[in-house]
């Protein structure tokens, strides 16, 4: 018996999910579903984002949502942080780490924060400045790593080239965000590889959207490569702006499904994630994109329909293949 | 430069997807879709089924279909045919292949086809001693190989068996089939290992659905495995009959899409499915589960937004990441 690999599975719905949705999410619905997700084995709950109310009122609630939540040992809270007015904030709810966000690509940068990257690296340098003095955890995720949407293929270098400003800064790990779903395999594969060659000590998170379907194919050459971190969203939550009707993040029971049927330890209860994300729809007023919350998981078995029911009523009866 | 690995891509829309439409799709323009996929650089299109017009009706003018359809030189031309009635009106309408259908589960094909495996294995042994003594290719497709929605797991050694006593008739292919979308990559992997080893000589094709969303990542375990050759349906048209709203067959333009984009040949012309594919809708009366459709080919480049437009009219401004 071999031991199975430990994978880390860091749930993002509730501020990537959430910050996309019209519909606000009460607060004490947020924190309840917060502390559902802390009993489902996550090695790291994105919890909120600290940004201006005005520029994302989804989540306008964050020191209330998490001074809310019960803290469960050994998960990581982390929380989205734009500017040092956000990390205070962030710091006086005593979060774990803080997550600064920033696009390797200098159009969707601007679009996205409305400032150029340098400006973005000098905010964020000036954040990594203020909570370096403190025990609290820094991870920078970069946007746009595996191409941009208005620019397109961003060369693997120039990606590894803002890992390393962040490494010098002191940021303890790294997210290369495949933002807008433009990540393929080979690509995936060859710039993880190029990513724990070059930064052995940075902690290492894949984050896929499964916008063109290739999400948990993406899943599979990162581990190739050697990747064991991933960020996912229950239910798939989280949108494709640019692409009404198009699926976002990956899709949290779906990622952990396919993990867990090819021998790793997620550490994730599907059970209770699946149960989890039934909640959704209630909370954002819409369907989600998950099949496996349709279709359930592979070994959910059903029974045979009776002998003599009319093609209709035979629920596999389709002659297909 | 080393050559880029060619695949073989068969088209089964019009037959897979096709049957389990509601709506019938009217002659002609069956006609004209199949003559548009004729141009797309398929290695195989799945063109109607000889069953009886009283179990699918949705394909009752498969003979009009195959006589009005413009044949193109090296693309194989193949038809499902259930018994030895339909093989003689598919040998009738000088089709290039046939493809006969049961599951490797009792279950299923007691359900699928209202008769014993047993039973099914006669039939079909019947239409191969018809159409051997002629040119005609056979093709057999194995449902449930990688799992049975009433059963479960089923061995692979019981798949190997049921292709051996097919090998042993003289059949020239082997259509593995994840019917319900139950098939994970690593069982694929050690699958497709174990067939390709046992039966060299046989054309293997493998058929993924993507109910669980896994469809491109048991794509990647198959080719790892020295697959060639794979079933897809333009639009992911082809529903999953026992779970509404679930996604079936797997989608020609997103496999297409990833499998270009990983380096391999697979002679499909993407733009053109993808154009062929926006007919789908008005033929069938709703959307279709693409993705690729909604969101576009990767690098097809979206403009920047105006500096000044306004959040909701920013399309990528999400702070997300």
């Given at each position: 018996m071999t031991e199975k690999k430990r994978l880390y599975i860091q749930e993002v719905a509730t501020r990537d999910g959430f910050q996309n949705e019209k519909q606000f999410v009460d607060t004490d619905a947020k924190i309840s579903l917060i502390d559902e997700l802390s009993e489902c084995g996550y090695a790291k709950i994105e919890v909120t984002s600290f940004t201006s109310p005005k520029a994302i009122p989804a989540l306008r609630d964050a020191e209330a949502v998490m001074h809310g939540i019960v803290r469960k040992e050994g998960i990581v809270y982390t929380v989205l942080v734009p500017n040092v007015r956000g990390a205070e904030r962030a710091l006086s709810c005593g979060v774990d780490e803080v997550n600064l966000v920033m696009s390797v690509s200098e159009s969707h940068n601007r679009t996205n924060l409305r400032m150029s990257r340098e400006q973005s690296f000098a905010q964020l340098r000036d954040v990594v400045n203020v909570v370096k003095s403190t025990p609290v955890a820094i991870n920078v995720s970069l946007s746009t790593s595996m191409g941009c949407p208005m620019e397109?293929?961003?060369?693997?270098?120039?990606?590894l080239d803002w890992m390393q400003r962040f490494a010098d800064l002191g940021a303890h790990g790294v997210t290369l965000c495949d933002t807008t779903g433009m990540a393929y395999p080979a690509q995936v594969g060859e710039l993880c590889r190029l990513a724990r060659e070059r930064f052995p000590a940075l902690?290492?998170?894949?984050?896929?959207?499964?916008?063109?379907?290739m999400a948990l194919a993406n899943t599979l050459a990162a581990l190739d490569a050697g990747v064991d971190r991933f960020d996912s969203s229950l239910g798939g939550l989280g949108g494709c702006p640019y692409a009404p009707g198009a699926t976002g993040n990956v899709c949290t029971e779906e990622l952990v499904h396919m993990l867990e049927l090819n021998g790793y330890d997620t550490h994730v209860d599907l059970q209770r994630a699946l149960s989890a994300s039934t909640r959704l729809p209630a909370l954002i007023g819409h369907d989600v994109?998950?099949?496996l919350l349709k279709a359930g998981r592979r070994l959910d078995l059903h029974p045979m329909p009776p002998a003599d029911a009319v093609?209709?009523?035979?629920a596999f009866a389709n002659e297909g293949s």
């Open positions: 397109g293929d961003i060369p693997a270098g120039h990606v902690e290492l998170t894949l984050h896929f959207h499964n916008t063109r379907g994109p998950s099949q093609p209709e009523q035979r």
